[in-house]
């Protein structure tokens, strides 16, 4: 019987082992395999939906590449966008960004700190009394009667209340929380041969009332010198807009009945301390 015929009356697997096909027969997939590689079908069994698409990752179309572009995904830091081989930005700014520091503001919009300096200039009167003159309605004049170095003073006279004398403003000079050393040396004109006298300051802070403030004090008299020795400092945030020293007291008796003596100042100094 020819083998055409035989398909017609034999099953499909019995023929395809009369050929020596390698076909295994089955009647059902448990037949074939348990991982469910194989499958039967038509009694016969095949290669699974699952083995089929494995094979083909294996023989066709990649899953993976080999070009490390593709596995390897780039990722951006912040502060790197733009950056180039020497480690700044297209603007020269650094891989970490460009910032700008409160300390590198306060520099470029204040400039450093002053440096301290004497705070007065004519200290010893011997050429005029520049810089100097009354603390209220009395008159400052240079003398050459009485000196405590050189030949010349300040004469103090027309006093008519115990705050009155000579007076210097310091505003522009004086750096804020810096102590100043400052002394001067005081002298009674007349014939009383005693009498307290004071070296004092004025100060007005912005959005303070103006204050008085006695910075020493010192017994002076009509037959030598006496020094007076204080310190001084204008605090941090004052922003003052007047700062003035002045010599007082020479106050004889009490207001009204007092009297106002005339007295003498000479080499005033104040520094930093």
């Avoid at 179309?61 to 020497?86: F, K, L, N, Q």
């Avoid at 450093?112 to 603390?135: C, K, Q, R, Y």
């Amino acid at each position: 019987m020819p083998a055409l015929l035989l398909f017609g009356f034999v099953p499909l697997a019995v023929a395809c082992s009369l050929l020596n096909l390698d076909v295994q027969p089955c009647q059902d997939d448990g037949d074939c395999s348990n991982d469910g590689s194989m499958m039967c079908v038509n009694g016969v069994c095949e290669l699974s939906d699952v083995a089929v698409d494995a094979t083909s990752d294996r023989n066709g179309d990649p899953t993976e590449s080999d070009d490390d572009s593709m596995s390897s995904p780039i990722t951006m830091t912040p502060g790197t966008s733009g950056e180039t081989g020497d480690g700044t930005t297209g603007e020269g700014c650094p891989s970490d960004g460009c910032t700008t520091t409160e300390e590198d503001s306060a520099d470029e919009s204040t400039g450093p700190a002053p440096e301290p300096v004497p705070l007065v200039m004519n200290t010893d009167f011997e050429t005029n009394i520049s810089g100097w003159g009354p603390h209220g309605t009395c008159m400052v004049t240079s003398s050459s009667e009485w000196a405590h170095g050189g030949t010349r003073s300040a004469f103090v006279t027309g006093r008519t209340d115990t705050w009155m004398g000579a007076q210097v403003v310091v505003t522009n000079l004086i750096v804020e929380d810096v102590r100043y050393a400052v002394s001067g040396w005081v002298r009674l004109a007349g014939d009383t041969p005693t009498a307290m006298m004071q070296l004092s300051r004025k100060m007005t802070c912005t959005g303070v009332e103006t204050s008085y403030l006695p910075l020493g004090m010192a017994l002076a008299a009509n037959d030598g010198w006496a020094q007076i020795e204080a310190t001084l400092t204008v605090p941090n945030g004052c922003d003052a807009s007047e700062v003035t020293l002045y010599f007082e007291g020479a106050t004889i008796g009490v207001v009204p009945d007092a009297t106002f003596l005339d007295f003498y100042v000479d080499d005033v100094v104040a520094v930093p301390d």
